[in-house]
């Protein structure tokens, strides 16, 4: 199985602060790895997909970088909207989330 | 627009079979990844198993051949099925078909499994 590790596990920042998210898989995963956001008593919903393509829609300040086994969720800056939590998903070998990053 | 609409039994006692459905409306089921997703209770995200177009199953070992996963083309519709449920399988459980930009989510099922 492939494990998913994220870090922060939860962070406090401020209006217009730039946010970064970690994400570390137990092996390569090639590009694939996602990042979804969760809102309370919502379904998730995908913000970027293989690695770094922006989902349609989804505000240009949500980037996503990274190659291998080590991956980052970046906010440019942070606005109200955003809070929630925020999760990395791998589907290379089955599919397996990080445990989730609440950004508040 | 697709939407995916989904149901089944919300309250089950320990050892019952978890039985729910998803229904895929403005879209075709045909030739696309399903899969079902779980969340505990203030807890993160759980794989289940997906269906492929083909329908080859895949599912989390974790869940050691309890889940099957089906879909029936003439109604549209996808189903899970997890037997000898525990209190340890209650949570929201989402259908979706999640790969890339298509992303697509029913609204969550939450099951309690209790005596």
């Known amino acids: 199985d492939i494990q998913m590790t994220q870090s922060p596990s939860s962070l406090s920042a401020s209006v217009g602060d730039r946010v970064t998210i970690s994400c570390r898989a137990s092996?390569?995963?090639?590009?694939?790895l996602s990042w979804y956001q969760q809102k309370p008593g919502k379904a998730p919903k995908v913000l970027i997909y293989a690695v770094s393509r922006l989902q349609s829609g989804v505000p240009s300040r949500f980037s996503g970088s990274g190659s291998e086994t080590e991956f980052t969720l970046t906010i440019s800056s942070l606005q109200p909207e955003d809070g929630a939590t925020y999760f990395c998903?791998?589907?290379?070998?089955?599919?397996?989330f990080g445990p989730g990053t609440k950004v508040e | 627009q697709v939407q995916l609409q989904q149901w089944g039994a919300g309250l089950l006692k320990p050892s019952e079979t978890l039985s729910l459905t998803c229904a895929v409306y403005?879209?075709?089921?045909?030739?696309?990844?399903w899969s079902w997703i779980r969340q505990s209770p203030g807890k993160g995200l759980e794989w289940v198993g997906d269906?492929?177009?083909?329908?080859?199953?895949d599912y989390n070992p974790s869940f050691k051949s309890r889940a099957t996963i089906s879909t029936d083309a003439s109604e549209n519709q996808l189903s899970l099925k997890l037997t000898s449920v525990t209190a340890a399988d209650t949570a929201i459980y989402y259908c979706a078909s999640t790969t890339g930009w298509r992303d697509f989510w029913g609204q969550g099922t939450l099951v309690t499994v209790s005596s």
């Open positions: 998903h791998q589907n290379f070998n089955g599919r397996t």
């Open positions: 092996q390569t995963i090639n590009t694939y």
């Open positions: 403005g879209g075709s089921l045909s030739g696309y990844f």
């Open positions: 269906i492929s177009p083909s329908g080859r199953t």
